[in-house]
């Protein structure tokens, strides 16, 4: 599920291209895999309204989310997956509004608020994809900790939770025709590197990106 609010860079920046797409669902479908790509671009939603409908007593499904607009059917699709594999942008350090949104509809209704369990009875494991300018260092001083708290709410889908790290991502294609000095577009351009093993990665269906990334990173740093 890309999680990024426009459409062609995004596809560009998180690596993902509508070819690169299919080759990892065919790398999915090849171990027996099914799976779906959603653009929550394309999707009009809203974030929790704090209906509570989902904690009244009795109710027949103890995780589902009452309140209906696009995302409904997505929650469902995604309460009975094995795995979510899912991009957040990163907007003023945070996961952007919209990424909010849809964390807040697919976590509350299965966070128990008896006790702060979950009252979720599946099991999907959860990869994020952190886009970002910041670089890796950065990540790691500014970001990583507070990073950990703003997904935490995902535990409540009781998988294994992982946050992968994009960064230095390319805002846009050309910085030359731009006001975004702070840039260095040599710095920049080092990402396009970055960005074909991630496609790699994602093709084959491998997730393990940071060490991929860190890699090619100190490879960066020894030929300088
Ligand atoms: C409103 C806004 C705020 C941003 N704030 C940050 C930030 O605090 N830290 C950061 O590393 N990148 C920040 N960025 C850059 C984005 O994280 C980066 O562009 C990333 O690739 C997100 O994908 P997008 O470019 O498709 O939006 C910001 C971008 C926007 C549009």
Known sequence: ????????????????????????????????????????????????????????????????????????????????????????????SQPSGGFRSFLERITFPAMSYNDYSSVFKGKVDVDVFLTMNTPLNGYDQMYKAKMDEYFGPFRFLNGNVRLIPVCDTLQVKDYSKYEMGSFSDEHKKAFQKRHSMIRTSLKSWNLPLRSVIERHEDEEKRSK
């Open 1 to 92: 599920m890309s999680g990024i609010r426009r459409k062609r860079e995004t596809v560009d920046t998180f690596g993902i291209e509508q070819d690169d797409e299919k080759e990892a669902q065919k790398g999915a479908e090849s171990i027996g895999d099914e799976n779906e790509y959603i653009d929550m671009y394309d999707l009009n939603y809203n974030g929790c309204r704090s209906c509570m409908a989902c904690k009244r007593k009795g109710i027949e499904e103890p995780c589902k989310c009452y309140w209906k607009d696009g995302l409904s059917p997505i929650l469902e699709k995604i309460w009975k997956a094995d795995r979510l594999i899912t991009g957040a942008p990163i907007y003023y």
